[in-house]
């Protein structure tokens, strides 16, 4: 598991060819070769045969998957610069650091920008790599990744070796996208509710409920997976 900035810088040269000093110091070409090493602008896209196979792994057709996919998530895996979709969250890192931080940890939620300073980097992005100078860990755990939005902080109960190993398959392969979502539902218990997902809001209360929480009904989310269903 990358617990320390050493760590990181070690796993970035290996994974991407960093070209790093390995001396667990702080400094912009640290901050740089975080952003760019999660960066992948050719990730290859899923196609519906891997989807299909997502579905059988769960027991569920492959339209429940794909109206997941449709409901759930905001669009591609990737943002526009080629990294894994990411939102940091400060409120997060507070509970780990108690320690409040300008745009980095902060008992309130909010900050949520995605270019404030105009510099051409997603702003999330950014304040991963910041908290990365001072914990990886920390920094990875703290905001929600990919197509689905899970947050790194689950990286354990989904079987991943650690956060920034969770989120690194992520960079490459859509597909890794929904094997994250096949965990996260396996682990949650959902797998009786995404299988009961059909044109019928009501069948979908359950699913919804547990992936989206109590603010489900307000955003009429079993609605609009009836929708996709349909």
Known sequence: MIT??????????????????????????TRAAIIAGFTNPD???VTTAQVQMIADRLGASLKQVQAV???ESNGGSHNEQGQPKALYERHYAW???????PFLSDPAPGGYTLDADRDGLNDSWEKIADMSMRSPAIAFESASFGKFQIMGAHWKTLGYPGPVEMVWTLRDHESAHYDMLARFIIHNGLLPHLRRLSTNPADNVGFARRYNGPAFAKNRYDHKLAAAMR
């Open 4 to 29: 320390t900035l050493l760590d990181l810088q070690r796993f970035l040269n290996t994974r991407a060819n960093a070209g790093l000093v390995e001396d667990g110091k702080r400094g912009p070409k």
């Open 43 to 45: 990730a290859v896209p």
């Open 69 to 71: 996919a449709k409901v």
């Open 95 to 101: 509970r780990r650091l108690r320690i409040k931080m």
